[in-house]
């Protein structure tokens, strides 16, 4: 059964960097889709974007392009979210999904709270 | 970028009775539409893809459908444990939105 594991939450300073992981097992790492998504305090999902851990291949939502980062290392079937300069509007509930060929996210982690404040 | 507006925000309704929720988008979707439910603490759960196929383990009291702009996820006949929030979302050409949500709260 497959299951994504996500790393646990993180308490930053304002302008630090960070790095964020899900790690995926029971399955082909390189056969799916793997999104990321946010949740703000409150507030609703957001998609943030997706990766292709088989090629690397990106694509971010226009409003998260340029603010993160998301790669996968298929040695370790771990996909990753990171910053390089942490606002405190970062501040949220992250998840990782698998998604499938028509469109939705069947198997989700567990959610990284990232907490950003100074 | 594709806009999904969910309504109504909020539903109140007793056990028993049957939820409609509604999913409307900017522009035409080709038909991945995707509804997930989320209680409080806990990572959304995917109950609908495809508009209208039910996720592994979903209850057949959960229905999709729509085409075009406008979907409906319908709970026939609700049991307290879905009093949640509910969310539609779509992806056109590997990029995808939700909806804000409707919470459906007992009344």
Do not use: H
């Not at chain 1, 059964?1 to 790095?19: D, H, T």
């Not at chain 1, 790690?23 to 946010?38: E, H, L, M, P």
């Amino acid at each position: 059964e497959l299951q994504l594991v996500q790393s646990g939450a993180e308490v930053k300073k304002p302008g630090e960097s960070l790095k964020i992981s899900c790690k995926v097992s029971g399955d082909s790492f390189t056969n799916y889709w793997i999104a990321w998504v946010r949740q703000m305090p409150g507030k609703g999902l957001e998609w943030m974007g997706i990766i292709y851990p088989r090629d690397s291949d990106t694509r971010y939502s226009p409003s998260f392009s340029g603010q993160v980062t998301i790669s996968a290392d298929k040695s370790i079937s771990t996909a990753y979210l990171q910053w390089s300069s942490l606002k405190a509007s970062d501040t949220a509930m992250y998840y990782c999904a698998r998604l499938i060929s028509v469109g939705g996210l069947d198997i989700w982690g567990q959610g990284t709270m990232v907490i950003v404040s100074s | 970028e594709i806009l999904l507006t969910q309504s109504p925000a909020t539903l109140s309704l007793s056990p028993g009775e049957r939820a409609t929720l509604s999913c409307r988008a900017s522009q035409s979707v080709s038909g991945y539409l995707a509804w997930y439910q989320q209680k409080p603490g806990q990572a959304p759960r995917l109950l609908i893809y495809d508009t209208s196929i039910r996720a592994t383990g979903i209850p057949a009291r959960f229905s999709g459908s729509g085409s075009g702009t406008d979907f409906t996820l319908t709970i026939s006949s609700l049991e307290p444990e879905d009093f949640a929030v509910y969310y539609c979302q779509q992806r056109d050409n590997w990029a995808g939105t939700f909806g804000q949500g409707t919470k459906v709260e007992i009344k």
